[in-house]
Every structure is written in structure tokens, then in C-alpha cells.
């Protein structure tokens, strides 16, 4: 089981980061995954990191604003969020998936595990 927290209300340019807590099992050999889905749109692809946090990924939207990181130990992914823009607010998801490829692509299929979101609104 995954969940997501730590959204909010932020200004324009502030930060947030979020945190996406496992438990249950172990996710340390699972790659992780953020996505969001804003009111009336698809649910977007936003970061990746593999299973051991070697590689990451991001989206073009969020890449140098965004950084994803992960703690095995505490079995828990974060997200990093810097330079909030209006166009961030959505609500976010985490998501597990045993090659970054699936999250990379967005083939929810492939993913094994979703966690609830969190809300993150950026007013201007």
C-alpha cells in the first residue's frame, strides 16, 4: 500500500515536498514513480527513480524544478518541488512498477501498486 502526502496551498515560486509512504512490504525493489492528474485532464507522468535511486527521470514540465529521491530504509519516496507554477496544481500520485520503462511510459497496466494522492494547488 502506498500514500501520498504532504500537498498543500503554495504561492507562485514556493516549494512543497511530498512524500509517498509504503507499507505492507517492502518496496525497496520496485522503481517509483509521481504522476498528476489536474481537473478534467489525463493523469501525467511527473518523475521516475529505479529501485536503488541510481537513475532518475522527469518529465520535461518539471525537469530543474523537481527532484525525486528515495529512502529504502524508511520505505519511502519524495518529491521535491521547487519553483512552483500555477500550471503544477493537480493532484499527485505515487506509484510502483518493477522497470522505470512503465513509469516512463506511462503504462498503468504495468504498474503493481498506486498510492492515493495528494492535493498540491499553486496560486498565483
Known amino acids: 500500500q502506498l500514500q501520498a502526502s504532504g500537498g498543500g496551498l503554495v504561492q507562485a515560486g514556493g516549494s512543497l515536498r511530498l512524500s509517498c509512504a509504503a507499507s505492507?512490504?517492502?518496496?525497496?525493489?520496485?522503481?517509483m514513480g509521481w504522476f498528476r492528474q489536474a481537473p478534467g485532464k489525463e493523469r501525467d507522468y511527473v518523475a521516475a527513480i529505479s529501485w536503488g535511486g541510481g537513475s532518475t527521470d522527469y518529465a520535461d514540465s518539471v525537469k530543474g524544478r523537481f527532484t525525486i529521491s528515495r529512502d529504502n530504509a524508511k520505505n519511502t519516496v519524495y518529491l521535491q518541488m521547487n519553483s512552483l507554477k500555477r500550471e503544477d496544481t493537480a493532484v499527485y500520485y505515487c506509484a510502483a512498477a518493477p522497470t522505470l520503462d512503465i513509469l516512463m511510459k506511462s503504462d498503468f497496466y504495468g504498474m503493481d501498486y498506486w498510492g492515493k494522492g495528494t492535493q498540491v494547488t499553486v496560486s498565483s
Open positions: 505492507g512490504r517492502t518496496f525497496s525493489s520496485y522503481c
